[in-house]
């Protein structure tokens, strides 16, 4: 099971990154062979058939990429899930004036860093970007 030191960190690292737009710290516990998948990845890559990113630099420039075309975005988190090597946080976007549900999942590995990723969200909050 992930233990709570572990959880604690990635929501930390969660939270405060995504709350501050600090890339560094949003990347902190990813592996370098981290696998990253999102409904928005085709939109952000202009690739309409892409959903997944591999490899940490890869992801790291998804990031910051994200960062610049969402500025001022902001997100609660609502609640953390352990399992036994994973994690999920789920939250609530705050964007343009409303309020939208998500939830990631995490895989965690045994040095606690975050090998696998996947992004969910509200079908409304993807449609209405």
């Not at 939250?91 to 590995?109: E, K, L, P, S």
């Amino acid at each position: 099971m992930v233990d709570a030191a572990t959880t604690d960190e990635l929501r930390r690292c969660w939270d405060e990154g995504w709350n501050n737009a600090d890339l560094e710290t949003i990347m902190a516990p990813f592996a370098a062979d981290v696998v990253f998948s999102s409904p928005f990845v085709s939109r952000m890559t202009g690739d309409p058939g892409k959903t997944t990113i591999e490899g940490y630099d890869a992801l790291r420039s998804y990031v910051a990429g994200s960062l610049v075309k969402a500025p001022g975005i902001q997100y609660t988190v609502d609640a953390t899930y352990a399992g036994a090597d994973s994690i999920v946080l789920a939250y609530t976007v705050h964007r343009h004036g409303r309020d939208w549900t998500g939830a990631d999942w995490m895989r965690v590995d045994d040095d606690g860093k975050v090998t696998e990723w996947q992004c969910h969200y509200d079908l409304a909050f993807i449609r209405s970007l």
